[in-house]
């Protein structure tokens, strides 16, 4: 098969799946695994799809990071009744790590009438942390213009010292094989940290994020309960095999 060729057959095949993994490539075309590497690497340089671990996926600018103010107003009602809906998961007493984000933003006033205290990296949460009377612990760390999230050593250090009960995160992406991912790998690894130190951990997603991979892999769908809005029910049964979905009806 002819570079040419290959590269119609990696974008057909794409266009398909919506991902694909080298493997799958390889087994396809008969070519080796450095030459479907090398054909990735020319169609990304494209931009005509995004490598990702082990394969590749359509590009979608949607993706690239957008700012506090751009992702407040998108999908803002599925995000306050999925918010609502996630804070009943909380419990008097608990202790909860509560990550920077919209939709965990979203949870606050949901949570005023608990006798709870949080954890966060969000400096975007501390005022209405503060007016609903929330005990709030706030990490250390380098903070992100674009998110307001706090980030690095320090922050890993910060929460080092805790241990959670529970621990609310957002992701940029929901995918069955590629699992939770966000552009920043910093904040992924906060984010996979924050998990860890937690009993149970819940991931917060609208219906946008379904089957969209970015850039960095914060943990597989095992790692998490899914607590989402509204989910087909053929793409329910498939998660449903990987992780807990709980569904906002």
Not at 119 to 125: I, P
Not at 219 to 227: F, G, R, T
């Amino acid at each position: 098969m002819l570079t040419n060729e290959r590269h119609e057959f990696i974008l057909n095949m794409l266009a398909e799946k919506q991902t694909i993994k080298i493997q799958d490539v390889v087994d396809a075309t008969a070519a080796s695994e450095s030459t479907i590497r090398r054909d990735l690497t020319e169609l990304e340089n494209q931009q005509k799809l995004e490598r990702v671990f082990g394969g590749a996926v359509l590009p979608d600018r949607n993706l690239m990071e957008q700012s506090v103010s751009d992702k407040s107003t998108q999908h803002l009602q599925e995000k306050i009744r999925l918010a609502k809906f996630a804070a009943t998961f909380v419990q008097d007493g608990d202790s909860v790590y509560l990550d920077a984000g919209t939709t965990t933003f979203q949870m606050i006033p949901f949570l005023k009438d608990k006798d709870i205290t949080v954890v966060t990296n969000g400096l975007t949460h501390v005022d209405s942390l503060n007016e609903h009377g929330i005990t709030t612990y706030l990490t250390g760390g380098l903070m992100k213009s674009r998110t307001g999230a706090l980030v690095g050593a320090q922050t890993v250090q910060s929460l080092q010292n805790y241990r959670f009960d529970r621990c609310f995160l957002g992701v940029n992406g929901i995918h069955e094989e590629y699992g939770y991912t966000t552009p920043d790998p910093e904040e992924a690894a906060v984010k996979r940290l924050a998990s860890s130190l937690s009993r149970k951990a819940y991931v917060l997603a609208d219906h946008s994020k379904y089957n969209k991979v970015s850039f960095a892999k914060i943990m597989d769908l095992a790692a998490a309960v899914m607590v989402v809005d509204r989910m087909p029910d053929d793409l329910l049964a498939i998660l449903e095999k990987k992780t807990t979905v709980k569904v906002e009806s």
